[in-house]
């Protein structure tokens, strides 16, 4: 049981040292936890990252524009904003910069910044979510080992 402990401490301070996470933001979120709703951080970021993949994809679109239409900056921004917000309320820093750089990117009209950086948040939202998975894991692991 001890060696759960240490893993899972381990990979709670990771993301936060590795400024994956906003450990503000996430205590928050993990305050909001009790006996009623003792798994609403996952519940949450479950929420989240259902979310953020459709965005993302709204994004991608946006980002394709064919040989007649040219790429759609307006709606670029406004999907890039929503899910800067919903980034900002679960405290994935690693992703928000990713963000605010197709942000930037889009306000210039340089859609090849905005791909590349769109290219690297899928990246990081992808490993938000694999890290994420892993300590919920380990949480759920000492969950079940403390019922028995």
Not at 43 to 72: C, G, H, N, R
Not at 89 to 114: H, P, Q, T
Request: proline share 2%; hydrophobic share 40%; aromatic share 6%.
């Amino acid at each position: 049981m001890e060696l759960l402990r240490q893993q899972i401490a381990t990979a709670r301070q990771s993301l936060f040292s590795e400024e994956i996470l906003d450990m503000s933001q996430f205590m928050q979120l993990e305050r909001l936890e009790d006996k009623d709703s003792p798994n609403f951080v996952e519940q949450t970021l479950s929420l989240y990252f259902s979310d953020a993949t459709k965005s993302i994809a709204a994004i991608e679109q946006a980002l394709m524009p064919s040989e007649v239409v040219l790429p759609d900056f307006k709606e670029l921004d406004i999907q890039l904003h929503r899910l800067k917000g919903s980034t900002v309320s679960v405290g994935a820093n690693m992703v928000l910069k990713r963000v605010i750089k197709a942000l930037e990117c889009c306000g210039k009209g340089d859609m090849e910044g905005c791909k590349a950086a769109v290219r690297i948040l899928k990246q990081d939202h992808n490993t938000l979510r694999n890290r994420l998975q892993t300590y919920f894991q380990l949480l759920q692991s000492q969950a079940r080992f403390a019922e028995t």
